[in-house]
């Protein structure tokens, strides 16, 4: 979308400073941004550090694993007593409308070819691709070419991708 306006005018399609920022004013045009989330919750995380295991701090060889529940008969974190390390449990949950949710507020979808990419269509103010590992550079060109047609954004657009001079 251009719009040719005068260097006097301010004009932006809405007064609301939320609307303003989908538009980029550059040379007196203004044009539209990237795709932005439908989603505008913030994001809020109950815990943002991991749960360490029992004991991992006493031994080196689990010092950083991942959490394993206390199986113990005495254990005091398995009995929940205060001043012991905290245990997961369902309250440290996030919000269902924010939950998988990425900072820059889409959800991510994992795509290994064009046709994967299809039926975000419909879905690119929710969802954004993230191409897979395993993808050659040639088949990333073509996926990546094909979501700014759609207007679908790419987490990875950029990985594995060389100009023909370097190549």
């Known amino acids: 979308m251009l ?6 005018q301010n004009w932006l399609p809405s007064s609301d400073p939320v609307d303003q920022q989908h538009y980029q004013v550059t040379n007196n045009t203004v044009t539209m941004a990237g795709v932005q989330p439908l989603m505008k919750k913030t994001i809020v995380k109950k815990r943002t550090k991991k749960f360490a295991r029992h004991q991992s701090d006493q031994f080196m060889r689990i ?4 959490w394993r529940k206390p199986k113990g008969i005495d254990g005091r974190v398995r009995r929940r007593f205060k001043g012991a390390l905290p245990m997961p449990s369902i309250g440290y949950g996030s919000d269902k409308k924010t939950r998988n949710t990425l900072p820059c507020g889409f959800k991510s979808v994992v795509v290994s070819n064009v046709s994967d990419l299809e039926m975000l269509m419909m879905h690119n103010r929710t969802y954004a691709a993230t191409v897979a590992h395993s993808v050659s550079s040639r088949g990333r060109r073509e996926i990546i070419e094909r979501a700014e047609q759609l207007a679908i954004r790419v987490t990875n657009a950029a990985a594995k991708l060389r100009d023909e001079e370097d190549a």
């Open 63 to 66: 010092q950083r694993s991942s």
């Open 3 to 8: 719009i040719l306006i005068t260097p006097h």
